[in-house]
């Protein structure tokens, strides 16, 4: 309190210049006001101011007495001033009232007394326009109990304003919570008839310009507001939910009339933004649909759904939207994660809406680039290409198909955009068909350049998609190109425009039809098909026209095509001319045609086949007679060494075999490995071919370059009958190989039960090296079974090899134990010769000193001698020790046995000066 007072000395220490119309007051003594103040000698400073005149003066700054206690906050003096008729209105030079500059002073109490004391000086506005209320109100809460009471709240300004209008014009949303509570009047109306409400409703721009007018709707207010009457309703009935026509909430409501501030206070103060109306669209559809963006955006910084669904399925990105800010919407919701490629119930999406709704291309690019599915089809099969084909919207077609559109996706009518832009406009098309897309096929394999010629596209359609096309020759599922489908139709200019692209004449389809063969059925087409390019034309064979000429027998287009410069030499990349073709029709017409044509009957292909052989292979016998009638050569050999006849014989075609050899054809050529008809015949165990080669002299002696003839072959084939049909004509069964396989040999590693039939009856039958087969299953070391299975048939035993080997003889050097012992049984002689030195199998025997095969020996032989008359006890004499002849005395071998001189063993014993041996042998 002091600091005020001494505050305001010092002010008045500035003296006082009274201030009347007429008459200035006296100046107060300084000193004596400033030591009264001082000394609190209140009463003696008022007395000073005895005069209205006096109490109104102004010093240099334009303030008045109460001006300065009021900043110094001394309520008394001011409450004293102002009864003294001090004008609290008056301003100083700054536009300051006292209340003004008490509030600016921080002197509550001075202001409290000044406002209880005139309540219309609180209009009052400073130099800066700021309302005394106003200016105490954002100073301090404490002025809210000051400023509001109910004497102020019956004040008004000059335009009869009562503070809670003015609360609604500063938007302060306290005052009209506190005016509300005291009840102050509410309704009252300004000189401009308009209610605090009805001014709230003339600015509702924010949160708190809502606020004060639900405030003021809860506080009492009078509603009538048309406009508002939703919000009225809502906060008056206290639920913000509550329903109104077609089951619209306020947000709904709000949202279509953009209501934005209303929206935000709604959504702060929870109302559902989820409610959905009888049409299941929420607040957010509707707010999209009429095209309110900062409701959009409120609605879903609140976590409104933004892939909510109405009943007809859409979200709020599918609803129609004010074209001027689709962009704009689309952007905002996209960034809210709308879902692009979401399906209403007929099965669009934002992007079939969009275009159909003629958006500008800037507007469908955001949902293309943003993921929405270019090639989504609805329920009948439309996709968003569809639509803007129908619609003409060429900017859009062209963007969508840029961005992968499928141009020839079919809708339920069977109609595909492909389809459509060719009804359309050349520009359409344009926008549709690109360089990208061009070589597209549909489900049936075709490209837009099939698609427009099977739609009879105009030529200048069907250029422009040429113009485009690499490749002019792609076909579709039924395998016709566009050049077949041109020829189909006789379109002239195209098929001459494709044929400029290269187009393949040849191409054929599932059919086998081709646009080369209707142009050689038909004349007409021939007439532009052919040139002086395609007559040159190969296939990627390497054939040419004539040669399909030939092949399908068109005998007029082959005279006609060589009169026309067509090459009758020309050879595809197997090396045939057309005679090759002609030769496989089996159409004698045709093979003389193209000779007499200039086609040379010797031709070789490649492979050194010639057309007989052509022929053969492909059953064509009627070719073959008319070929040898030409003087064909029917045993003429290709680089595999094979004739015609022994292609027939492989390919089991047994009438052209008799044919070819009745026409002269040697079944004794082999080819390169020496493999002749009649091995190829057995290989492919034909019987009937192997008979009528036999018939006609095939030689079954004749070997191949591995030594191998047709006996082999029959062996290694295993029939029976081929076996015997072979062997009755001569063939060898111990003819041998280069690796010495017999057909003996090898049915006996094979198939044993057949080597009777492969010997026959032929017991001294052996090889070149004079191997029986005894020897030969010995030397091979095959079963003792094998072995006596032979003996069993009746076939020798002890015959000698050229090296004067028996079997037993080898079985003993070689020690062959079991089979020894099966040929010593089967009486084998052990004695026989090997040669001139006198080796046997005993001697063998002995001077390895094997006694086990001494023990066979003695065993099964003991008995039997040489030519000479020595037995086994005569050659040990000579040769033997005193163990082995001990051994084979103890085998109960006779020493009494003399030989055909005479002498036993002893004998020989002591003639060979052997005394310990005679020892042994003497006959006591």
């Not at 309540?119 to 309302?131: P, T």
């Not at 016709?480 to 020829?487: E, G, H, I, P, R």
């Not at 037995?871 to 004499?877: K, Q």
Request: charge should be negative; include cysteine; charged fraction near 20%.
């Amino acid at each position: 309190m002091t600091k005020k007072i001494l505050f305001a000395v010092s002010i008045l220490c500035f003296g006082f210049v009274a201030c009347t119309t007429s008459q200035v007051a006296p100046k107060a003594d300084k000193d004596s006001i400033f030591k009264l103040l001082k000394q609190n000698k209140y009463d003696e400073v008022r007395s000073r101011f005895q005069y209205a005149d006096d109490i109104n003066g102004v010093d240099e700054e334009g303030n008045t007495v109460l001006h300065l206690a009021a900043a110094a906050n001394e309520a008394d003096l001011t409450l004293y001033l102002l009864i003294k008729g001090a004008d609290p209105e008056l301003k100083n030079y700054n536009g300051d009232t006292p209340l003004s500059l008490a509030i600016k002073s921080g002197a509550v109490e001075s202001a409290e007394t000044i406002v209880n004391q005139n309540q219309d000086c609180i209009f009052a506005r400073d130099g800066n326009g700021q309302m005394a209320l106003d200016l105490a109100l954002n100073t301090s809460p404490a002025y809210y109990g000051i400023m509001i009471n109910e004497k102020t709240g019956a004040a008004k300004d000059s335009d009869d304003n009562t503070i809670v209008h003015h609360f609604v014009m500063s938007k302060n949303v306290r005052g009209i919570e506190v005016a509300t509570a005291l009840k102050l009047p509410i309704d009252q109306k300004n000189a401009a008839g308009k209610t605090p409400l009805e001014l709230a409703y003339l600015n509702l721009t924010d949160d708190d310009s809502v606020t004060c007018a639900a405030d003021l709707i809860l506080g009492g207010a009078e509603t009538n507001n048309e406009e508002y009457a939703y919000f009225e309703t809502a906060v008056s009935d206290r639920n913000l939910d509550e329903r109104f026509d077609d089951g619209q909430t306020p947000l709904h409501i709000a949202a279509i009339q953009n209501h934005v501030a209303i929206e935000k206070y709604l959504l702060v103060n929870d109302a559902d933004n989820s409610a959905q109306d009888s049409s299941g669209a929420s607040p957010l559809h509707e707010a999209v649909r009429y095209g309110n963006l900062d409701i959009i955006k409120a609605l879903l910084d609140s976590g409104a759904n933004v892939n909510s669904k109405d009943n007809l399925g859409k979200t709020p990105i599918m609803v129609i939207t004010p074209k001027d800010r689709t962009q704009e919407i689309y952007t905002l919701l996209i960034s809210y994660r709308a879902d692009l490629n979401e399906k209403d119930m007929f099965g669009d999406t934002v992007l079939h809406n969009a275009i159909m709704v003629n958006s500008d291309v800037e507007v469908v690019s955001i949902l293309t680039n943003n993921g929405a599915d270019v090639n989504v089809r609805n329920k009948e099969g439309v996709t968003p290409l569809h639509i803007a084909v129908q619609k003409d919207q060429v900017g859009t077609a062209h963007l969508l198909t840029e961005n992968g559109a499928n141009i020839h996706t079919m809708d339920a009518k069977g109609k595909s955009p492909l389809a459509l832009a060719l009804e359309g406009s050349q520009a359409m098309l344009e926008a549709v068909v690109t360089q990208k897309n061009a070589m597209t096929q549909d489900s049936d394999g075709n490209t837009p350049l099939h698609v427009a010629l099977l739609k009879d596209a105009p030529l200048s359609k069907v250029q422009y998609i040429v113009s485009l096309t690499d490749n002019v020759n792609l076909r579709n599922r039924d395998g016709n190109s566009a050049l077949f489908l041109a020829v189909i139709k006789n379109r002239q200019k195209v098929g001459e425009l494709l044929l400029a692209k290269n187009a393949d004449i040849f191409s054929t389809n599932t059919n086998n039809n081709s646009p080369l063969r209707l142009a050689l059925r038909y004349p007409k087409i021939q007439e532009w098909l052919i040139t002086s390019k395609t007559i040159r034309a190969t296939d990627g064979s390497g054939n040419t026209v004539l040669h399909y000429a030939a092949e399908w027998q068109f005998t007029d287009s082959v005279k006609s095509l060589t009169s026309k410069g067509a090459d009758i030499s020309a050879t595809n990349s197997s090396g045939e001319n057309c005679l090759f073709s002609a030769a496989r029709t089996n159409n004698p017409a045709v093979v003389q045609v193209v000779v007499d044509c200039g086609a040379d009957i010797y031709d070789r292909d490649n492979l050194g086949s010639t057309p007989v052989h052509v022929a053969v292979r492909w059953d064509a016998p009627d070719s073959i007679d008319k070929l040898v009638l030409l003087g064909a050569n029917v045993n003429a050999q290709n680089s595999s060494g094979k004739t015609p006849l022994a292609e027939a014989v492989v390919s089991g075609k047994y009438l052209i075999v008799r044919k070819l050899l009745e026409s002269g054809a040697n079944p004794n050529v082999g080819d390169t490995n020496g493999v002749t008809p009649l091995i190829d015949a057995i290989r492919i165990n034909n019987k009937d071919m192997v008979k009528l080669l036999l018939v006609h002299n095939a030689n079954p002696n004749l070997q191949q370059v591995n030594g191998q003839n047709a006996f082999h072959e029959a062996a290694i084939l295993g029939d029976k009958e081929i076996i015997t049909l072979i062997r009755n004509v001569g063939g060898n069964p111990l003819a041998r190989d280069k690796k010495d396989n017999t057909p003996f040999s090898i049915v006996m590693n094979t198939n044993p039960a057949l080597i009777r039939d492969v010997l026959g009856n032929s017991y001294t039958i052996t090889d070149s090296d004079g191997n029986s087969p005894i020897n030969i299953v010995v030397k091979s070391r095959k079963s003792v079974a094998l072995l006596q299975t032979l003996i069993d048939y009746g076939y020798p035993i002890d015959t000698k090899d050229s090296d004067g080997y028996t079997a037993l003889n080898y079985a003993i050097e070689h020690k062959y134990y079991n089979t020894a012992t099966v040929l010593l049984q089967n009486g084998a002689d052990p004695f026989l010769m090997i040669d001139k030195k006198g080796r046997n199998g005993v001697t063998i025997a002995l001077e390895s000193k094997d006694t086990k095969i001494l023990n066979t020996i003695a065993k099964y032989a003991g008995t039997l001698c040489d030519i000479q008359g020595n037995t086994i006890l005569h050659y040990a004499a000579k040769t033997s020790d005193e163990e082995i002849v001990k051994l084979l005395i103890s085998y109960g071998l006779d020493k009494k046995i003399a030989n055909i001189s005479g002498d036993t063993p002893y004998d020989l014993a002591v003639r060979w000066k052997r005394p310990e041996i005679a020892n042994i042998l003497d006959i006591e």
